[in-house]
DNA sequence: CGAAATTAGTTGCATAGCGAACTAAATGGA
DNA sequence: TCCATTTAGTTCGCTATGCAACTAATTTCG
């Protein structure tokens, strides 16, 4: 009945790399959604919570929470900007940076073994129509 | 950085394809993940939880609070079947059934509309990988 | 300049989701 | 038969997510 359901098949889907990915960042204490917005911060930052939002799709009120739990496990900071006294800039933490390479190693680790399981060509012309719909809508 | 990851992109598309199909159901006052599982259990129904948990991909947990919420809306049923006593039968009510036709229409209206955004062959070969995906992974 | 509108971020309240621990029923051997 | 194992479903405690309403700072413009 919902073969060609974009809504169906992509939320299906979602849940099933976040359960594969959640194993993966597990020894870290980190769940996906921690360890992703730690590597944006690590590799875009300095940047705002706004920005940040923006980059991950989510709300900013979303944003806002998890940047509290990346702060409380001493991961990131936020810093006033002199700027502009609304905003903050959320800047990596020493310890941050000592995870970055082997986070990195750990996602792709991961990549290489849905890879196998999926056939290289497919896997990568699927990623890129993905992103291809999520630039279309909305 | 993420332009190749599987996990970055398919979670993106997911929160925004629950963000608009979100705001199709509204007016029925279903959230998506409601309106998708009370239509399995009209099309396919009578259907026990462990069944229903298979088929939309989610733990049972998930489903059997999920159920809850269908039930206190009155739009399903648990009936106990003879033969196993652990068991229950999904069914769907009479209330749930006149909703049904359009449940499907407002579904098939937005994803007409979103085929018209992306293009239809796109479309309908991202659907396509990403079934085929979900079937190889996990 | 100063009031109105916009923008950045937070908080309240809700649902969706998972794993683990649990209860109760059914099944499978010895 | 009866105990051990499996299976169906629920409950607990947690994170992720969104919208709406809020505060505070900044910008716009008459």
């Not at 705002?48 to 998890?66: E, V």
């Not at 609304?86 to 990549?111: D, G, I, P, Y």
């Amino acid at each position: 009945m919902f073969e060609h359901c974009l809504y169906f098949n992509t939320t299906s889907l979602a849940r099933k790399v976040d359960r594969i990915w959640t194993r993966a960042f597990k020894p870290f204490g980190l769940t996906p959604s921690q360890a992703f917005m730690l590597r944006v911060v690590l590799a875009e930052g300095p940047i705002t919570h706004t920005h940040l939002a923006d980059r991950m799709n989510i709300s900013k009120a979303t944003c806002s929470r998890s940047v509290d739990g990346l702060q409380k496990l001493g991961l990131v900071d936020r810093k006033q900007t002199s700027a502009d006294g609304r905003s903050f800039e959320l800047v990596s933490t020493e310890k941050a940076q000592a995870l970055n390479a082997e986070l990195n190693e750990t996602s792709a680790a991961v990549t290489k073994k849905l890879k196998h399981l999926v056939g290289n060509e497919a896997f990568e012309t699927t990623v890129t129509n993905i992103k291809g719909i999520n630039a279309a809508i909305d």
